[in-house]
């Protein structure tokens, strides 16, 4: 392990003295073999969607007539985003709600993460595949959420495949480039917060989207390094206080924390999810105008250790029809807050028809 800086704590990346407080937990105390049968008693799946090996969760609602949901996690995420929440959405008689907010929820693994294919795509690449996973599954119509390159995915979907959405739900929507025209003040103020993100904490994002092999090696050969790797971006929405407990709570807890990060190491997949970013720079078009406007009804949960949203910018991209700012939480909201977040959705998509 590399050799610990004094003074620098959290301030050049991944502190070392956590780091190594976590290892020795990792391997002393941390029991993946039960974290591995909670997984495991999910229904878990695989598909074939155009070529793609597709992994997923598929839990039925208890309920009359449950919605469709389908729901899109991120990087340095994966699908046990959303273990928390799926006993809340497929079931909320048991957890003290009502029984016709049941969702059927599917919850796959973006190609590229855990226990899908190790093919890095685009988000509009990913999109139409969920459409045909969830036409297979006998969903014509459905609603989406998501959360970092889910948001992507799920706005994707909304403007790709508009008819067969019946709303979206999301808690980020992607950054101003400079492109856009007519900022409003709000956007304004937006834009110059996430310039200076960029230059602070972007470091990763620019190497995945450029070189994601350099990074590869280390993330699939080293567990220390992707440990590392992944507890230096996921410090960013943790809060300034406290980091050491911070990393821990944005993700759910110590164990969730570890459990993400074996999710990555027994599939291999550290690598492969790190080319999705350099996939998706590809995609897109240099200088290319921003996408349209998605007309699908949309709601948006800013939880405050996210960047700092303005309703504005959601409007300009999405049809906008709620906006919750959230008492707590952070990047990984289903995660750390599961109540808040199920609270949210079911609430937005309760107001619409489900057909």
Do not use: C
Not at 131 to 146: H, I, N, Q, S, V
Not at 314 to 330: C, D, S
């Amino acid at each position: 392990m590399s050799d610990d800086v004094e003074g620098a704590g959290w301030s050049m990346g991944t502190d070392a003295a956590y780091l190594k407080e976590l290892v020795v937990y990792w391997r002393d105390g941390y029991d993946w073999r039960k974290h591995e049968a909670e997984l495991n008693a999910l229904p878990q799946f695989k598909a074939d969607i155009d070529g793609t090996t597709i992994h997923f969760v598929h839990v039925k609602g208890k309920g009359p007539n449950p919605r469709p949901l389908i729901l899109t996690h991120g990087w340095p995420d994966s699908f046990h985003r959303f273990h928390k929440v799926i006993p809340l959405l497929t079931d909320p008689e048991a957890h003290g709600g009502k029984a016709e907010d049941a969702f059927d929820v599917v919850v796959p693994s973006i190609p590229g993460f855990g226990f899908s294919e190790r093919k890095a795509m685009a988000s509009s690449a990913v999109a139409d595949l969920w459409a045909k996973l969830m036409t297979e599954l006998g969903y014509e119509r459905f609603a989406a959420a998501g959360g970092d390159v889910g948001s992507g995915v799920t706005l994707a979907l909304s403007r790709q495949h508009p008819e067969r959405l019946i709303g979206i739900h999301l808690t980020d929507t992607g950054y101003p480039t400079g492109h856009e025209e007519n900022l409003s003040e709000a956007e304004q103020e937006f834009a110059q917060f996430i310039q200076g993100w960029w230059f602070r904490e972007g470091a990763y994002a620019m190497l995945q989207s450029t070189k994601p092999q350099t990074i590869a090696f280390s993330l699939n050969d080293s567990p220390v390094g992707l440990a590392a790797w992944i507890l230096s971006f996921g410090s960013t929405g943790a809060g300034s206080d406290d980091l050491d407990n911070g990393i821990e709570r944005a993700f759910g807890g110590r164990d969730e924390l570890l459990t993400n990060i074996m999710t990555y190491w027994v599939t291999e997949t550290g690598g492969s999810a790190a080319r999705t970013y350099l996939a998706e720079a590809q995609g897109t078009e240099w200088g290319a105008p921003p996408p349209l406007r998605s007309d699908v009804p949309a709601a948006f949960a800013l939880f405050p250790r996210e960047a700092p949203t303005p309703r504005d910018w959601v409007a300009r991209q999405t049809n906008l029809q709620r906006y919750t700012e959230m008492p707590k939480g952070g990047h990984f909201a289903a995660l750390e807050e599961p109540e808040l977040f199920v609270n949210d959705l079911r609430e937005f998509f309760g107001k619409l028809s489900k057909s």
